[in-house]
């Protein structure tokens, strides 16, 4: 069973299985590079790993269930047969069943329980869940998105469908919410949720995000290109990191694994003593 460290977040690296994923550029669309990316991210330092088999960036078109299935599920098998913790990153409450009957520990929604029966599956399965906001579709979210308060409005959607999570019977313990950096956001709405995510995470649970390498990052770091931003998505992660959040969702495992230890060092002594003890 996976349980989230004490001391610091857990890292959680991306396994995009697509051919259009905004940053990887279908570099993992192969099973075994996505199998083999996913090995060297465990080895890295990577706590779970989230495979995806279909793209979410702005613009992205959607892809069938057999098709998403196709994609993720020989992957899944793989690592979680090598004790791997994964997570399934689905819209969809069916690609989420076979692949936590593959091996998947977590769903990560984007869609806040869309799916009607996503609710149901996690319930019965005792799985982890992640929700996620998102202000329209990946189609369209980034065409024009408004709010009169991004951070009252993001936090009460979550705090609403982890209530409705709670009522369909998924134990409190096991949700996890996650803002939404970039799902139907401008820059500063972006900015003002990472901002507050002290706010979020003093909802009682725990908090996902995801920053790694989004354009967000390139415009705060002056129009950074994908390539460039890893800096950028490393201040964002350590902030996210001194402002209570739980998991975080990165790229560059490696990178991020000790930026991740640095900062539990500093920001609780008393237990990285105890660690030289």
């Known amino acids: 069973m996976f ?16 051919p259009d994923s905004f940053s990887e ?22 706590d779970l790993l989230d495979i ?4 979410t960036r702005p613009g992205a078109d959607p892809v069938s269930i ?15 047969a090598k004790g791997i913790a994964l997570s399934i990153d689905t819209r969809k ?9 593959a091996g998947a520990l977590i769903v990560n929604d984007v869609t806040a329980l869309g799916d009607p029966e996503m609710a149901s599956v996690c319930a019965s399965t005792g799985c982890f869940l992640c929700l996620m906001h998102m202000q329209g579709a990946p189609q369209t979210m980034q065409a024009n998105p408004t709010y009169d308060d991004v951070v009252s409005e993001v936090l009460q959607f979550l705090l609403d469908r982890a209530c409705l999570a ?15 950096i970039g799902f139907g956001k401008t820059p500063m709405h972006n900015l003002l949720l990472l901002n507050s995510l002290s706010r979020l995470a003093e909802s009682g649970y725990p908090v996902l995000i995801g920053v790694s390498r989004k354009s ?26 001194a402002f209570g ?21 500093i920001l609780r002594p008393s237990s990285f003593s105890k660690r030289l003890a």
């Not at 004490?6 to 991306?14: Q, Y």
């Not at 959040?245 to 060092?265: L, T």
């Open 52 to 55: 995806g088999g279909e793209s």
């Open 245 to 265: 959040v739980r998991v975080i969702r990165a790229h560059d495992v490696g990178e991020a694994r000790q930026a991740i230890d640095v900062a539990a060092a």
């Open 25 to 46: 550029h279908g570099l993992n669309f192969n099973r075994s590079d996505a199998v083999d990316a996913g090995l060297k991210m465990f080895d890295e330092g990577a």
């Open 66 to 80: 057999e098709e998403e299935l196709r994609r993720v599920v020989p992957v899944i098998e793989v690592l979680a």
């Open 216 to 241: 967000s990052i390139g415009v705060f770091a002056g129009g950074a290109t994908v390539e460039h931003r890893l800096p950028g998505t490393l201040a964002a992660q350590v902030l996210a990191q």
């Open 93 to 101: 409450a069916a690609v989420a069943k076979v692949a936590l009957s």
């Open 166 to 180: 709670e009522q369909s019977g998924i134990a409190g313990e096991k949700v996890w919410i996650d803002p939404g």
């Open 3 to 18: 349980r989230l460290p004490d001391d610091r977040p857990a890292l959680m690296g991306i396994v995009n299985v697509t």
